[in-house]
C-alpha cells in the first residue's frame, strides 16, 4: 500500500502528540527517580485519608477490575474488529496488539526499577479504602457491589476508618520508611487511557448522528481518565503512579490514531486514483467546442 502525502499529513499530528508525551514521561520518570516527589506523595496519601469512606468504595474496586489486561486484550480485539470493518486494513489488530504488549512491559519493567517507600502505620490506615468488608463474601454481593446496588454491600469497619483518620492526622517520619511499593507506573491507568482514547476517537469518527457522537466521544475521553483516577482513590496506586499511566497510555493511544489513520483503505483509495480516472488534456480538446454540438453527439 501507498500512503500519500495527504494521509501522512493527518497522521503527523498524532505521531507529534505522542512523541511529546513520551517525551513527558521520560521527564516525569527521570524526576521520580530521583527521590523528589516523595514527600509530596506521602502528603496526599495521607490527606486522601480524609475523604469519606462509604460502601460507594465498593463499587469502585469492583469497577477499577475493567482496566485488567484480559480485560483491555478483550476491548483492542473488539475495537480492531470495528475498526476493520469499516474499511481499515487487517493490520491495525496486530497493532494494537502491540501496543498492548508495550505497555505491559513498561508496567513490569517500571516496577522492577522504581520503588516508593512509606511507613507501615501510612499502610495499615490505606487499608480501609480499599473495601477490606467484602473479603469472603460471596459473588452475589460483589455483582451487587459492582452494580451500584449499595444497600447490599457491607457497612465498612468502623474501627478500621477511626484508625484511618487517626493516621490521617499523623505526622510522617521521613526516617522510618520501612515498607515500600512497586506501582510505577500504573499500569490500570494506561489500560484505560490507551484504549478510552482509541474508542473516543472511533466514536467521533464512525458514530451517526454526529450530535450523538460527539459528546459520547467526550464522555468516552473523561472516562478513561476516571478509571485510571480509581487506583488512585481506592488507595492501590499513589498520584505519580496515576500521572504516568496518562502519559504513557495516552501516548500509546495517540499512536494507535495514528496508524488508523494511515491504514485507512478508504482515505488511501479515494486519494490514490490512478491517472487514467481523470480526464487528460487531450481528452477534453476532443471534445466539441460548440455547446450546441453535444446533442448530436449523444444522438449519435
Known sequence: ???????????FPWFIAASVLVLLLIAYTVVYATGMLSHSTLEIERWL???????????VFEWRRLGEAPVTLCMLIILGLICIRM?????VLVFFLLLLGISLGLEVGGKMLFDQYMPYSLRSG???????????????VQLAAGAGLLGQVPDPPRKQVSWAHDV????????KLQDSE??????????WCLSGLILAWITRRYLRPRWLAIPLSLLFAIGSLLGGFMQFYIGVHFITDTISGYLLGSALACCGIGVLILYDKKRTSKQNLPLAAYPTRNAMSSLPQNPSSYSDTFRA
Do not use: E
Not at 49 to 59: A, G, N, Q
Not at 129 to 134: G, S, Y
Open 182 to 191: 512497586n506501582s510505577f507506573p500504573g499500569g490500570h491507568a494506561t489500560r
Open 168 to 175: 490521617a492526622q499523623m505526622p510522617i517520619d521521613y526516617n
Open 126 to 140: 490505606m487499608t480501609v479504602l480499599t473495601c477490606p468488608q467484602m473479603a469472603g463474601q460471596p459473588a452475589s
Open 87 to 91: 474499511g481499515h486494513r487487517k493490520r
Open 1 to 11: 500500500m501507498q500512503i500519500n502525502r495527504a494521509t501522512r499529513a493527518t497522521a
Open 49 to 59: 485519608l480524609w475523604r469519606p469512606i462509604t460502601r460507594f468504595d465498593c463499587s
